[in-house]
């Protein structure tokens, strides 16, 4: 009876550390947050500035300025800020789930025609 019990104990033992990295596997990962800085009406009026033209999958947070005399706005994968004024700024977050080639534009009649466009890259 006591070579049950000594059995029993090396089992729990086992079956223990076993239920404590099961979890460990299970967790998901933090997703990654790519940030790009975009500034509008530089370096000439109707351009955009990015800080980085490609990111990884994912979420990416455009942080946009406008430093242009106009209003300007930048619509990207079905998101877009609103219509910012000199000086105004806004965050837009962004899921990329695939790699792939995005275009991007300003919404305001005219501007895209005129530069403001062009085409991010996901990898």
Not at 2 to 12: E, I, S, T, Y
Not at 34 to 42: D, M, Q, R, S, W
Not at 60 to 72: Q, T
Not at 92 to 112: D, E, Q
């Amino acid at each position: 009876m006591v070579k049950l019990r000594m059995g029993f104990v090396v089992l729990a033992t086992a079956v223990a550390g076993f239920a404590w990295s099961v979890p460990a596997l299970a967790a998901p990962s933090a997703t990654k947050v790519t940030t790009v800085n975009v500034v509008l009406g530089k370096p000439s009026e109707f351009k955009f500035k990015f800080s980085r033209t490609a990111a990884p999958k994912g979420v990416v947070v455009f942080k946009v300025s406008n430093a242009g005399m106009i209003v300007h706005d930048l619509k990207i994968n079905g998101k877009k800020t609103r219509l910012l004024k000199k000086g105004q700024k806004q965050a837009i977050r962004v899921v990329f789930k695939k790699p792939g080639r995005y275009n991007y534009v300003c919404t305001v009649a005219g501007h895209a025609a005129a530069g403001m466009k062009g085409v991010f890259i996901v990898k």
